[in-house]
């Protein structure tokens, strides 16, 4: 097993919970711009959450991921089929997980693409999707936001005390918002490839705001190390802008959105 798939692994159940519900909006748009919508591939799943609402815009979706614990907080809909898939699946795996070459009308990456091998994945994007009129989307999105002085506190913890343990080359793409991340596809319609800025909200708990900061690789990693970033006295001086702790409040999310297609 790879590191970075024990990271997903130790994460699973924390990260279903902390992730932000993404807008339907977004779903039902990326399925306006394919030409059918017969079949969509949600690749490096999670818990599902991009699968379970494209089920409402497509006939069949599969999910997969590279983690069985992963899939196993999946959420679960009628015509979602979840397999687990290796990073880079061989030819005959591709095609009986996922569908022969042409038969994908959307492909979805949700919060996962800076991980990939991006020039082998992208081998394998333009082999499923539909010609023409196949769409690809990825996304990602970085740390809520939620006041001034939370901001301030989360701003320090994820540069400064947990950021010698995150991945640099993957940090500086999410920071870049996936505006330097290679993307060999067409645009879709005038507004280009982007990548499009989309604001999200939730409200959440203050056990919600560190469920999130638990749920981060780098915490992962450091604690695999004998080293807990979340000490006492970084979650007290979180509680103390926060507020009440019972109180709910406001976090935003900004989501960076890739879309493009393949038109022969």
């Known amino acids: 097993m790879t590191s970075r798939t024990e990271l997903f692994v130790k994460q699973a159940a924390a990260y279903a919970k902390a992730r932000p519900v993404y807008p339907g909006s977004l779903l039902k748009m990326l399925a306006a711009a394919t030409k059918q919508q017969d079949l969509a591939w949600d690749c490096a799943t999670g818990n599902g959450q991009a699968a ?3 089920s409402e815009h497509f006939k069949s979706v599969v999910a997969t991921d590279i983690s069985d614990e992963q899939l196993a907080h999946a959420t679960l809909r009628p015509n979602v089929r979840y397999a687990r898939m290796s990073a880079t699946p061989t030819l005959e795996e591709l095609q009986r997980i996922v569908g022969p070459e042409g038969s ?3 492909v979805t990456v949700a919060q996962a693409l800076h991980w990939f091998d991006l020039e082998k994945f992208y081998a394998v994007v333009k082999y499923v999707l539909r010609k023409p009129g196949g769409v690809f989307a990825a996304w990602c999105c970085g740390i809520p936001q939620v006041s001034p002085e939370v901001d301030m506190l989360g701003d320090r913890f994820y540069l400064v005390i947990s950021g010698p343990y995150w991945d640099k080359e993957v940090t500086a793409i999410i920071d870049a918002e996936y505006e330097t991340i290679p993307f060999p596809f067409e645009p879709v319609d005038e507004r280009g490839i982007g990548p499009h800025k ?10 919600d705001y560190m469920t999130f900061w638990r749920s981060c690789s780098a915490v992962q990693t450091a604690f695999d190390q004998g080293i807990d970033l979340l ?3 970084v979650k007290d001086e979180f509680a103390e802008a926060w507020g009440p702790t019972h109180q709910m409040r406001t976090v935003i999310f900004t989501l960076a959105l890739l879309i493009g297609t393949i038109n022969s």
Not at 198 to 207: A, D, L, N, R, V
């Open 52 to 54: 379970s609402m494209l």
């Open 104 to 106: 994908v009308d959307l």
């Open 198 to 207: 989309i604001s999200m909200t939730k409200e959440w708990s203050f056990e």
């Open 231 to 233: 000490t006492d006295e």
